[in-house]
């Protein structure tokens, strides 16, 4: 299982990657901009994406100021057409570089999603397979979780961590479904 229980599911970091990641002045631009209710939409993209913990989201801002800055210069080219045009191109493309991480985003948890409808089945049929050859759940969740790849096996993978963590199993399969919005695993819980 070391290749499933890693930090990205629990959410914790080093001291020493925390201070590294949030010395980068795009990062503090970025957290500046971040207001709360935004910063919980970008968690749950992030987590739809199948990304966690707070580099994951360090990264994302990141990106953000960087294309908002990449637009701001293109859109400084304009200038040389006037004013009033050069400050619409900096103001639409500035805006635009700082949204396109977040379609990036969006585009990513669609195709997980996509690639856990396709995974699903199959991660049910050998997990069906291990129980009825006489394997307790976990552990038939733990074989899957090894045997299979993709975002289905790491979703089992993190159902089975928190069990490990004591949740109790239907905590541990709400908290699944929450994660995933997936209709195939809600019907499936």
């Known amino acids: 299982m070391p290749?499933?229980?890693?930090?990205?599911?629990?959410g914790e970091l080093d001291a020493a990657e925390a201070t590294a990641d949030e010395g980068s002045l795009f990062l503090k631009l970025g957290r500046r901009l971040l207001t709360p209710k935004y910063e919980n939409w970008l968690q749950q993209k992030l987590q739809g994406a199948g990304q966690f913990g707070s580099l994951a989201l360090g990264a994302?801002?990141?990106?953000?100021?960087?294309?908002?800055?990449?637009?701001?210069?293109?859109?400084?080219?304009f200038t040389?057409?006037?004013?009033?045009?050069?400050?619409?191109?900096?103001?639409?493309?500035?805006t635009a570089g700082f949204l396109v991480p977040d379609l990036l985003l969006i585009s990513e948890g669609q195709k997980r999603d996509q690639a856990m409808e396709r995974g699903l089945p199959d991660t049910i049929d050998l997990l069906n397979l291990c129980v009825e050859s006489g394997l307790s759940f976990e552990n038939a969740i733990s074989r899957v979780s090894v045997s299979l790849n993709g975002p289905v096996a790491e979703e089992?993978?993190?159902?089975?961590?928190?069990?490990?963590?004591?949740?109790?199993?239907?905590?541990?399969m709400a908290a699944l479904a929450e994660r995933t919005k997936s209709p195939g695993f809600v019907r499936f819980l």
Do not use: N, P, W
Not at 60 to 77: D, E, Q, R, Y
Not at 157 to 172: F, P
């Open 80 to 94: 040389s057409k006037g004013l009033v045009d050069g400050l619409a191109a900096v103001v639409i493309l500035g």
């Open 60 to 77: 994302v801002l990141t990106k953000k100021v960087t294309f908002a800055i990449v637009g701001i210069i293109f859109g400084l080219l």
């Open 3 to 10: 290749k499933y229980s890693t930090r990205s599911h629990s």
């Open 156 to 172: 089992f993978a993190a159902l089975l961590y928190e069990i490990q963590l004591g949740k109790s199993r239907i905590e541990a």
